[in-house]
């Protein structure tokens, strides 16, 4: 495979598109972000949005294959940057639609430098804002041998830009051994000082860590007064698939990056144990 780079992973899934003359409908689950819906449009491509699986929280196998025979792509995300290959079953989907593009999407992972599955079309990776390694911009991909790949131009004022982005990859490894060590220092604090039932499998616990809660609006309210920070997981883009909106309305995301100290992890901590007591 090819690497390639640009300002942005979405710009290289844009680029991706254009330079194949790539249309029709786009398979992605129902808890992507935003971005790469705007990106699809943009690109002319046409969402067609499926569930997630409650285990894996990735992209429900059934719902795929159902979509597979009437799309062009299916865009394979790894939840919460969980580190793993795409299943077996992904890449049979070509048994389906022999001529169906696989897009590994893997921007909320820890980058890495070589890809150990070549079995993709596309492999993408992001170091922008808020992503496990940020280096406030910046994306980077790998593009299977048979496809062409060209720097396409976007309209001005896009979701996109045409912004160039020199890769630094030596300071990419650097901070993401960094990333690493101090991920685990808070990750250690959440594990420790809040109730194991509200837990997500260590496996889920990369980019952020991830809580169940039956009353997520009132905690992050709570934090946010406390002078802390938390998010929610993304809005489910389709209301009937109804594992994706179980983590919308249920999932805290705790930082667990460099903008947050071990104390104030603690002070977190204390503010979810509150609001759960008050139950």
């Not at 969980?82 to 593009?101: F, G």
């Not at 893997?106 to 070549?118: F, I, N, Q, S, T």
């Not at 616990?205 to 998010?231: D, H, M, T, Y």
């Amino acid at each position: 495979m090819n690497r390639v780079e640009a300002y942005r992973s979405n710009k290289i899934l844009f680029d991706f598109i254009k330079s194949n003359g790539i249309s029709g409908n786009a398979i992605v689950p129902a808890n992507i972000c935003q971005s790469v819906i705007d990106t699809l449009l943009l690109a002319g491509m046409t969402p067609l949005f499926v569930d997630i699986s409650s285990d894996s929280l990735c992209a429900e196998e059934t719902w795929v294959k159902q979509a597979a025979p009437n799309a062009s792509m299916f865009i394979y995300v790894h939840t919460y940057g969980v580190e793993s290959e795409c299943p077996k079953w992904v890449y049979e989907l070509r048994s389906i639609n022999p001529d169906i593009i696989i897009v590994d999407d893997r921007c909320l992972c820890l980058p890495k430098l070589e890809v150990e599955d070549a079995m993709s079309d596309l492999v993408l990776y992001s170091l922008c804002k808020k992503k496990q390694v940020d280096m406030g911009s910046g994306g980077f991909g790998f593009v299977a041998e048979k496809w062409k790949y060209s720097e396409m131009p976007v309209p001005d004022n896009s979701v996109l830009s045409n912004e160039k982005w020199n890769p630094n990859y030596s300071k990419m490894m650097e901070q993401k051994e960094q990333v690493l060590q101090h991920k685990a220092r808070i990750n250690q604090v959440y594990h420790s000082m809040l109730p194991s039932s509200i837990q997500f499998p260590d496996a889920f616990q990369n980019w952020r860590f991830n809580i169940w809660v039956p009353n997520k609006k009132e905690i992050i309210q709570e934090i946010f007064k406390g002078g802390l920070f938390a998010s929610g997981h993304y809005p489910s883009q389709a209301k009937n698939c109804s594992a994706a909106v179980e983590l919308s309305d249920h999932v805290i995301n705790l930082f667990n990056d460099f903008y947050y100290t071990e104390e104030q992890a603690r002070e977190t901590c204390g503010i979810i144990v509150n609001c759960l007591n008050q139950l």
